[in-house]
């Protein structure tokens, strides 16, 4: 188990950038694959980006490549999505999951964290 605590949200302009943090605590955690997913109201949760526990191999999501950009520093067991040129449809609450294997799927995530506001104003 891994317990994991999000930071960084906040409400920003169309264009502006912010990075969220996603802190874990436990010694495994270079381990773990970790996920940022999103979930907007009225829809489902969607992965965003994923990394591997060795930052061989990401994922993003179609509409974030180029502009979103993951990342992991295991000796501070914290893992980053910095979000560059925002768009009001990015806005959701942005949740990291982690998981011993490299997925993209929210139901293969089984270690959560409570999520961050992310809102971006047109």
């Known amino acids: 188990q891994v317990h994991l605590v999000e930071s960084g949200g906040g409400l920003v302009q169309a264009g502006d950038s912010l990075r969220l943090s996603c802190a874990a605590s436990?010694?495994?955690?270079?381990?773990?694959?970790i996920a940022w997913f999103r979930q907007a109201p009225g829809k489902e949760r969607e992965c965003v980006s994923a990394?591997?526990?060795?930052?061989?191999?990401?994922y993003y999501t179609h509409s974030v490549k180029g502009r979103f950009t993951i990342s992991r520093d295991n000796a501070k067991n914290t893992v980053y999505l910095q979000m560059n040129s925002l768009k009001p449809e990015d806005t959701a609450v942005y949740y990291c999951?982690?998981?011993?294997?490299?997925?993209?799927?929210?139901?293969?995530?089984?270690?959560w964290g409570q999520g961050t506001q992310v809102t971006v104003s047109s």
């Open positions: 999951a982690a998981s011993q294997f490299f997925h993209t799927v929210a139901a293969e995530y089984d270690n």
């Open positions: 436990g010694r495994t955690f270079s381990a773990y694959a």
């Open positions: 990394i591997s526990w060795s930052s061989s191999a990401t």
